[in-house]
């Protein structure tokens, strides 16, 4: 099970997150993407992990019908 560290990231003001938040929206969605995917890397203590894969047996796929 991963732990999420938390003192990886620190508190903002207002007017930081305000200006991050104008910084992200002019970003396509790629590179939103891999920022997110580092950033959970880190809040994980995931860096330096390569090929982190998805456990496919806990899910099934199912028809609705």
């Known amino acids: 099970m991963y732990k999420l560290d938390r003192t990886s990231f620190k508190a903002m003001t207002v007017e930081e997150a305000t200006d991050h938040a104008l910084y992200y ?28 894969k998805m456990d496919k047996t806990v899910f099934k796929a199912k028809s609705r019908n």
């Not at 396509?28 to 920022?35: A, L, N, P, S």
């Not at 950033?39 to 982190?52: F, I, R």
Request: net charge positive; hydrophobic share 45%; aromatic share 14%.
């Open 25 to 52: 929206k002019n970003l396509t969605w790629q590179e939103r993407f891999k920022i997110t995917m580092y950033l959970n890397s880190v809040a994980y203590k995931l860096l330096g992990a390569t090929d982190l």
